[in-house]
């Protein structure tokens, strides 16, 4: 399974934008990029997904590099109940989610 | 409502038991999956159906049996149970790859003593 690279942790403030890098230098011409976050006692929730360019729905943006060997999640205006871990998934279609460790983003009120 | 759901939430039982946790979906996807999330809180793929059929079983002892009667359930069944057993269990389904998101239930907290 292809590998993703995330920072352990992240701290914002209420009402402020949080951009959540994911480095995937080893990704293939037919892997998407998948976002879940889980909060806390409670499973994991999709996010969004792209395969090369960039998205947007009602939870967040997702801007992917050119090379496809990065991307970055984006909350547009954080709220407290978005402190969760956030976790960057490459998915090729071997019908199964391998998570990371994920990045716990912190919301200051 | 849409949903994936899992029952028990909780589970306590002591070490030797047999215990079922049983999931249901009613999105109409056609693959399910059973994760496992232990105490360190990764999170790791045990089994995944298609249409009834087995397709992923990870290295998982042989005391975990998952059953799909149809194409929205999928139970596990756990014979002898160990302490270290004790985790959430998560069901979730997605549409054939998953390409487009996978749902997940709200988990099953398995404690055993």
């Known amino acids: 399974d292809a590998k993703t690279t995330q920072p352990n942790s992240m701290e914002s403030n209420e009402e402020e934008p949080v951009h959540l890098p994911c480095n995937h230098s080893t990704i293939s011409g037919t892997d998407y990029i998948h976002w879940y976050r889980q909060l806390p006692s409670q499973g994991p929730e999709y996010v969004i997904h792209g395969l090369t360019s960039n998205v947007n729905n009602r939870m967040a943006s997702l801007a992917i590099a050119e090379d496809r060997k990065s991307s970055t999640l984006i909350l547009h205006r954080a709220t407290l109940r978005d402190a969760a871990v956030y976790y960057c998934?490459?998915?090729?279609?071997?019908?199964?989610?391998?998570f990371g460790q994920g990045t716990r983003l912190t919301i200051n009120p | 409502d849409t949903a994936v759901s899992q029952t028990p939430k909780y589970l306590v039982t002591q070490m030797g038991n047999d215990k079922s946790i049983k999931c249901e979906q009613n999105l109409g996807h056609d693959t399910m999956y059973w994760y496992k999330q232990d105490s360190k809180k990764f999170l790791k793929i045990m089994f995944s159906?298609?249409?009834?059929?087995?397709?992923i079983n990870e290295t998982v002892p042989n005391r975990f049996s998952p059953k799909s009667p149809d194409k929205a359930h999928l139970n596990l069944h756990i014979n002898s149970l160990e302490l270290g057993d004790s985790a959430v269990y998560f069901c979730a389904s997605s549409q054939t790859r998953g390409i487009h998101g996978y749902t997940f239930g709200s988990g099953t907290r398995l404690t055993v003593v």
């Open positions: 998934i490459l998915i090729e279609g071997a019908q199964k989610l391998v």
């Open positions: 159906y298609n249409n009834k059929e087995l397709i």
